[in-house]
């Protein structure tokens, strides 16, 4: 499974972002189900910012909410940010999970750095 992050970049506080992230595979499976978002600040632990499950029940950061919305099409997760704030500079991953076998695989994106300037 392949998952590829894009969208990261330099805004100014106040400013909008939108990252995208599309999972694909060769392998046989029965789709994937979760697709999230999390985040890490240097020195701060990996938080999940959001998800979206099957079905579209969607989960936030309390600190996020309002702020961010994330969407979904097909294989491709949408993570759109407004009034963006310094202290979500972070990298950001993108997370999917895949369903085969009545098992869940988590894959991991390499990250997309945001950085927001005050």
């Known amino acids: 499974v392949q998952v590829a992050e894009s969208g990261g970049g330099l805004v100014q506080a106040g400013g909008s972002l939108r990252l995208s992230c599309t999972a694909s595979?060769?392998?046989?499976?029965?789709?994937?189900?979760?697709m999230e978002w999390y985040r890490q600040a240097p020195g701060k632990r990996r938080e999940l910012v959001a998800g979206?499950?099957?079905?579209?029940k969607t989960d936030y950061l309390d600190s996020v909410q309002g702020r961010f919305t994330i969407s979904r099409d097909k294989n491709t997760v949408y993570l759109q940010m407004n009034s963006l704030k310094p202290e979500d500079t972070a990298n950001y991953y993108c997370k999917v999970v895949a369903l085969g076998g009545g098992y869940d695989y988590d894959y991991w994106g390499q990250g997309t750095q945001v950085t927001v300037s005050s």
């Open positions: 979206i499950r099957d079905g579209g």
């Open positions: 595979t060769s392998e046989v499976f029965d789709g994937f189900t979760t």
